[in-house]
């Protein structure tokens, strides 16, 4: 599953890559690789869902944000 997201580690934002492994849950930026857990509940999926909303809402302002397409993709606000 791919998600949009600002990635702390890199401070880009680009395109979030949600594994699971066993019972736990990471979310991995596609640009730097960093790795964070997340956690692996029944609103996993809503909550990714509602921040992809917040994302389409921010791409009204910063266009650039309707770029991020592919693992790897990344923009600077
Ligand atoms: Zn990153």
């Known amino acids: 599953m791919l998600f949009r997201n600002k990635c702390t580690a890199c401070d880009f934002w680009t395109i979030f890559e949600l594994k699971t492994e066993g019972e736990k849950a990471f979310q991995v930026c596609t640009h730097c690789m960093a790795q964070t857990a997340v956690a692996n509940d029944s609103q996993l999926e809503a909550r990714i869902r509602d921040g992809e909303k917040d994302v389409q809402a921010l ?4 266009p650039a944000l309707s770029r991020l397409q592919e693992r ?6």
């Open 59 to 62: 791409a009204g302002h910063f």
């Open 72 to 77: 790897g993709d990344h923009v600077k606000l």
